[in-house]
Structure formats: structure tokens, C-alpha cells
């Protein structure tokens, strides 16, 4: 295609023709780029870069930390498609407002998806129901579904087990399934139908996202609406397979940024199935101590694999471990290596399985007892870590019923915090947050019923956002694991949602007969 330049006043411009070609030209570059650049990369840092022999110090951390691309702001077709199937609560607790909002962010949910996704519903009350097929989003299959969906009406009780089994059947059922394929839960309430054991539930839950077939596992996002849904059993859905979240939707308002927030994740998918392997270079008799990963397994090799699951555009994890140090004989200056790390993962941009080069950690072992500076991103790691471990004991301990005890360990932890926020600054993002999420925990312990109605789920909530170093966030809120996508998407369809309230608010206003001035003092009180 040939491209006519034409130049008036000094300004050129393209015509039609031209802009085309540069738009072309323009993404063909932007599509080389994507596809040369790899999704994750990784590092490894020593707590200290150098420590003498004669030092006190016997063992070591040290970070491997992965670190996600980002993807283009506003080019949807660099992203990677996706198969969502949602499972609806619609037993009689969810009436009135509740249904509302909820079909109105699906319809929402629907709007953010393209022609290349599919998208499918079942409801479940009595019992499951296949409410809107799986099927690709073209212009008439969205109309259709936007329709279904206002249709929808609440009956009987819960039947969660329904709910989840026919939710898998459905994504699995699909013949050339997208590369992300993911289930969004939500319910309101207990159990009281079918299968209605929290261990039942789980193990069935297991049984329908883990299949036979050549299929990866299946995610599932669990959404749990006010107070009286089951807190652990649905954190324990979620974590079924890699790549699933527990949400703790508290208010009405913010049901449309939890689903943003996970909407967000799951359109920015690039990285499944991370595998990080650890070794230590076993002479001077240096070894691995400990990977202080709940998912850190030992080979009969020596060596530790690290599963750290899947990775959304801009994310960032770490792996803390603990080394013993070289000892024994006269190192000079020569950096001393003692572990080695290598990556393997399913790029889902190039959709091909990928290899990180082995990066090695090294240490300085001079003669003498100089310690250097200590990194600040390794002792925040491993800050985050012990964190994380003081709420999960303290969450165990409240659960059974000891909340003295747990209040004691949360207090401790915030002195201790409060103690290292001196070195690293007051005004560092993750002491911070910590210490925010720590009180919010400590006012959640306040009381039993405190702890029951709310205290358990933010715990619960935090436990998942430090150890998976990733943003769970329903108040359209920011955390230091938030990426641009979740927080986009949540904002826009909070926005969205209230605005679509707001609307309907002025018609039924305006239907009364109110002055103008009267119609705006009630929307906006």
C-alpha cells in the first residue's frame, strides 16, 4: 500500500490511507516487541554482599525474587484470551439489592471481555442450573447473555457443591479451551444443599478442577458476600488449585470492584504453572537450611522446588531461604557462590514453556569480621514472611477460641514492626501496610462476635495477600501488590456501577415528581 503525504501550512499530516498503514505498522512492531520480551525474569540477592570469616554470623538469606512484564495499557490483543465461567448464589438470602448489584456487575463484566473470550453462568439454589452456555462473546452472544441475566430471580436454598461441579463441567466441556480458564464464585451464605460438609465440599471442589485430561487445573475466585458465608471453607476453595482468590465482600458497594479487581488479574495473565529449583553449591560446607515457602518441597537430590503458580502482569514474588555460610579456608576477594536458582513456566503471551537461565547468589568471604550493609528488599522479604507467620499462628489461635493469646502475638508483632520501621523509614509502603493490617486485625479481636462477624475473614484475607504477595482488594482500595490492570478494572466498574445506581436513582426520584433541587439533594445525601 502506497502512503500520500499531503502538506498544508507547514504541518504534515497522512491521509486515511497513511494513518491505516501507521496503525498497521505501529502494531506489527508492538506485536515483534511483545513477543521477543520474555514474561518473567529472575534474580537473586544475598542479605549481606559480604560477610568475613571471622563474623559471627553461620547462616544467610537470601531472595530469589521473579518479576513479571507489564502489557500495553490499552491494546487488549496483546493479552492472553479467556474462558470464564461465573457460579451465582441466587437461594432466597440473596434478594433485592443483593441479586441486583450482582447482575448488574456481570452485565458489567461482559462489557471489559471481547469477541475472542468466552464467558458462560450457572446459578445455583436447590440446585445448579446451566443459566447462559459458555460460549465466545460475539455482538449477538453478549446481547443475549446481557438479557438472560436480567431475567434472573432468586429461589430456594444453597446448593454450593451444585454450583461448583456443574461450573467445571462447563469450562472443561469446552473443545479448544482459551489459555487462562477461570471460575468466579460468589455466594452469601452457608452451605444447606447437596453436598454441605466443609471437607466434603473441599474434596469434591479438588475432584472437579483437577481433571484427567491433558487440561491444567482449574482457578477458582471466591467471592464471599456479608457476614454469614463460610470465612475458611471458601478460602480453603480457592486454594484448591494455583491462581485462585478469596474476596471478603463486607458492603453491597463493593461487590463491582471485587469482581474489577479479579477481572483485572485474570485479563493480564502472563506466566502459569512458575517453578523455581534451588540448589546449594554443596562445598565448604554450605546448604540450604530452610525455603521459607509453604510451598517448598524437598528433592531427593537435596535440591527444593518452589511452586509459585501464576503471574499477572507487573507482579513481583519472592522466595526467601536460609544458607549456611562457606567456612573453612582462605577465599581472598573472590566472590564465593552459594546457591543457584533456575525458573521454568508457561509463558501464555507466546503460549510456549519457557526456561530462565540459572542466576547464581554470591557472597564475599574474606578474612576478618567485616558484615556489610544489609539489603533493604531481602530484610523486608523476610519481614513480610515472619509477618505472615505471627497472623496465620494468631488466626489459629482465635479459631480455637484463645483470643488472649492471639491479641498478645498481634500486639508483639506491631512493637516489633514498629521497632523496624525505624530503619527502614516510617514511610515505607509494606511496614506500613503491615502495621495498618496488624490493628485492623487487633480491633477484629476486640470481642467474639467482632471476630465471627468480620475479625476471621480479614485475617484470613491477609494471611493470602502477604503470602501470595498479591492484591485481594473489594473496597476499590490500594495496597503495595496492586498492579495498574486490578486497580483499573476495579475502579472502572465500581464507577460504572455507581453510576448506573445513581441513574436509576434519578428516574425513580424524577418519577415522584420532585423538584430538580429536591432529585439532587436525594441522590446525593
Same mark, same amino acid.
Given at each position: 500500500?502506497?502512503?500520500?503525504?499531503?502538506?498544508?501550512?507547514?504541518?504534515?499530516?497522512?491521509?486515511?490511507?497513511?494513518?491505516?498503514?501507521?496503525?498497521?505498522?505501529?502494531?506489527?512492531?508492538?506485536?515483534?516487541?511483545?513477543?521477543?520480551?520474555?514474561?518473567?525474569?529472575?534474580?537473586?540477592?544475598?542479605?549481606?554482599?559480604?560477610?568475613?570469616? +571471622?563474623?559471627?554470623?553461620?547462616?544467610?538469606?537470601?531472595?530469589?525474587?521473579?518479576?513479571?512484564?507489564? #502489557?500495553?495499557?490499552?491494546?487488549?490483543?496483546?493479552? /492472553?484470551?479467556?474462558?470464564?465461567?461465573?457460579?451465582?448464589?441466587?437461594?432466597?438470602?440473596?434478594?433485592?439489592?443483593?441479586?441486583?448489584?450482582?447482575?448488574?456487575?456481570?452485565?458489567?463484566?461482559?462489557? +471489559?471481555?471481547?469477541?475472542?473470550?468466552?464467558?458462560?453462568?450457572?446459578?445455583?439454589?436447590?440446585?445448579?442450573?446451566? &443459566?447462559?452456555?459458555? =460460549?465466545?462473546?460475539? =455482538?449477538?452472544?453478549?446481547?443475549?447473555?446481557? /438479557?438472560?441475566? *436480567?431475567?434472573?430471580?432468586?429461589?430456594?436454598?444453597?446448593?454450593?457443591?451444585?454450583?461448583?461441579?456443574?461450573?467445571?463441567? %462447563?469450562?472443561?466441556?469446552?473443545?479448544?479451551?482459551? %489459555?487462562?480458564?477461570?471460575?468466579?464464585?460468589?455466594?452469601?451464605?452457608?452451605?444447606?444443599?447437596?453436598?454441605?460438609?466443609?471437607?466434603?465440599?473441599?474434596?469434591?471442589?479438588?475432584?472437579?478442577?483437577?481433571?484427567?485430561?491433558?487440561?491444567?487445573?482449574?482457578?477458582?475466585?471466591?467471592?464471599?458476600?456479608? !457476614?454469614?458465608?463460610?470465612?475458611?471453607?471458601?478460602?480453603?476453595?480457592?486454594?484448591?488449585? +494455583?491462581?485462585?482468590?478469596?474476596?471478603?465482600?463486607?458492603?453491597?458497594?463493593?461487590?463491582?470492584?471485587?469482581?474489577?479487581?479479579?477481572?483485572?488479574?485474570?485479563?493480564?495473565?502472563?506466566?502459569?504453572?512458575?517453578?523455581?529449583?534451588?540448589?546449594?553449591?554443596?562445598?565448604?560446607?554450605?546448604?540450604?537450611?530452610?525455603?521459607?515457602?509453604?510451598?517448598?518441597?524437598? &528433592? %531427593?537430590?537435596? !535440591?527444593?522446588?518452589?511452586?509459585?503458580?501464576?503471574?499477572?502482569?507487573? +507482579?513481583?514474588?519472592?522466595?526467601?531461604?536460609?544458607?549456611?555460610?562457606?567456612?573453612?579456608?582462605?577465599?581472598?576477594?573472590?566472590?564465593?557462590?552459594?546457591?543457584?536458582?533456575?525458573?521454568?513456566?508457561?509463558?501464555?503471551?507466546?503460549?510456549?514453556?519457557?526456561?530462565?537461565?540459572?542466576?547464581?547468589?554470591?557472597?564475599?568471604?574474606?578474612?576478618?569480621?567485616?558484615?556489610?550493609?544489609?539489603?533493604?528488599?531481602?530484610?523486608?522479604?523476610?519481614?513480610?514472611?515472619?509477618?505472615?507467620?505471627?497472623?496465620?499462628? /494468631?488466626?489459629?489461635?482465635?479459631?480455637?477460641?484463645?483470643?488472649?493469646?492471639?491479641?498478645? *502475638?498481634?500486639?508483639?508483632?506491631?512493637?516489633?514492626?514498629?521497632?523496624?520501621?525505624?530503619?527502614?523509614?516510617?514511610?515505607?509502603? #509494606?511496614?506500613?501496610?503491615?502495621?495498618?493490617?496488624?490493628? #485492623?486485625?487487633?480491633?477484629?479481636? !476486640?470481642? &467474639?462476635?467482632?471476630?465471627?462477624?468480620?475479625?476471621?475473614?480479614?485475617?484470613?484475607? !491477609?494471611?493470602?495477600?502477604?503470602?501470595?504477595?498479591?492484591?485481594?482488594?473489594?473496597?476499590?482500595?490500594?495496597?503495595?501488590?496492586?498492579?495498574? *490492570?486490578?486497580?483499573?478494572?476495579?475502579?472502572?466498574?465500581?464507577?460504572?456501577?455507581?453510576?448506573?445506581?445513581?441513574?436509576?436513582?434519578?428516574?425513580?426520584?424524577?418519577?415522584?415528581?420532585?423538584?430538580?433541587?429536591?432529585?439532587?439533594?436525594?441522590?446525593? =445525601?
Amino acid at each position: 500500500m502506497f502512503r500520500s503525504i499531503v502538506k498544508t501550512n507547514s504541518n504534515i499530516s497522512l491521509n486515511d490511507d497513511c494513518s491505516d498503514s501507521t496503525e498497521s505498522f505501529v502494531s506489527v512492531v508492538d506485536s515483534i516487541k511483545i513477543a521477543n520480551e520474555t514474561s518473567l525474569d529472575l534474580k537473586i540477592t544475598p542479605r549481606h554482599d559480604t560477610i568475613g570469616l +571471622e563474623a559471627e554470623h553461620v547462616e544467610t538469606h537470601f531472595c530469589a525474587t521473579v518479576t513479571a512484564r507489564d #502489557l500495553p495499557e490499552d491494546d487488549d490483543s496483546t493479552r /492472553a484470551s479467556v474462558d470464564i465461567v461465573v457460579a451465582l448464589d441466587i437461594s432466597g438470602s440473596m434478594s433485592g439489592k443483593k441479586l441486583e448489584l450482582c447482575k448488574e456487575t456481570l452485565t458489567l463484566l461482559l462489557r +471489559e471481555l471481547s469477541s475472542r473470550d468466552r464467558f458462560g453462568l450457572v446459578t445455583f439454589g436447590d440446585e445448579g442450573k446451566i &443459566q447462559i452456555p459458555s =460460549k465466545n462473546l460475539t =455482538k449477538h452472544n453478549k446481547e443475549s447473555a446481557v /438479557a438472560n441475566i *436480567k431475567s434472573i430471580q432468586t429461589n430456594g436454598c444453597t446448593n454450593l457443591s451444585g454450583g461448583i461441579g456443574l461450573a467445571a463441567q %462447563e469450562l472443561q466441556s469446552i473443545e479448544s479451551p482459551n %489459555e487462562v480458564q477461570t471460575i468466579f464464585l460468589l455466594t452469601d451464605g452457608l452451605a444447606n444443599r447437596g453436598v454441605s460438609n466443609r471437607e466434603g465440599i473441599i474434596q469434591l471442589t479438588k475432584g472437579c478442577l483437577v481433571s484427567g485430561k491433558d487440561q491444567a487445573p482449574l482457578a477458582i475466585h471466591c467471592f464471599g458476600y456479608g !457476614s454469614d458465608h463460610e470465612t475458611e471453607m471458601l478460602r480453603d476453595i480457592s486454594q484448591v488449585t +494455583e491462581g485462585g482468590s478469596y474476596y471478603f465482600v463486607e458492603k453491597d458497594s463493593d461487590v463491582s470492584s471485587a469482581f474489577g479487581d479479579a477481572l483485572g488479574g485474570i485479563l493480564s495473565v502472563v506466566a502459569q504453572n512458575t517453578v523455581l529449583t534451588f540448589n546449594a553449591s554443596n562445598e565448604f560446607g554450605i546448604r540450604i537450611n530452610s525455603i521459607m515457602h509453604d510451598k517448598a518441597v524437598k &528433592q %531427593e537430590n537435596g !535440591s527444593f522446588t518452589v511452586d509459585i503458580g501464576d503471574f499477572y502482569a507487573e +507482579e513481583s514474588r519472592d522466595v526467601v531461604c536460609s544458607i549456611a555460610l562457606a567456612s573453612g579456608s582462605d577465599f581472598g576477594l573472590k566472590s564465593v557462590p552459594h546457591i543457584s536458582v533456575s525458573m521454568t513456566y508457561m509463558d501464555t503471551i507466546n503460549k510456549k514453556l519457557a526456561k530462565c537461565k540459572v542466576v547464581e547468589g554470591l557472597i564475599s568471604r574474606p578474612n576478618g569480621d567485616e558484615v556489610s550493609q544489609v539489603n533493604k528488599h531481602v530484610a523486608l522479604q523476610y519481614i513480610r514472611v515472619s509477618t505472615t507467620t505471627v497472623i496465620a499462628d /494468631a488466626e489459629k489461635m482465635a479459631a480455637a477460641g484463645n483470643r488472649v493469646h492471639a491479641k498478645s *502475638k498481634i500486639n508483639a508483632q506491631i512493637k516489633y514492626l514498629s521497632r523496624e520501621s525505624t530503619t527502614f523509614g516510617k514511610s515505607d509502603p #509494606l511496614i506500613s501496610q503491615l502495621l495498618s493490617e496488624l490493628n #485492623l486485625i487487633l480491633s477484629g479481636l !476486640s470481642s &467474639q462476635a467482632v471476630w465471627e462477624s468480620k475479625g476471621s475473614s480479614f485475617m484470613n484475607l !491477609s494471611i493470602q495477600t502477604n503470602t501470595r504477595q498479591r492484591c485481594f482488594e473489594s473496597s476499590g482500595g490500594h495496597s503495595t501488590y496492586s498492579t495498574s *490492570k486490578k486497580s483499573s478494572y476495579s475502579r472502572r466498574l465500581r464507577s460504572s456501577a455507581s453510576k448506573t445506581s445513581t441513574e436509576e436513582d434519578f428516574v425513580v426520584l424524577k418519577s415522584k415528581k420532585l423538584s430538580w433541587l429536591d432529585t439532587l439533594k436525594s441522590i446525593t =445525601k
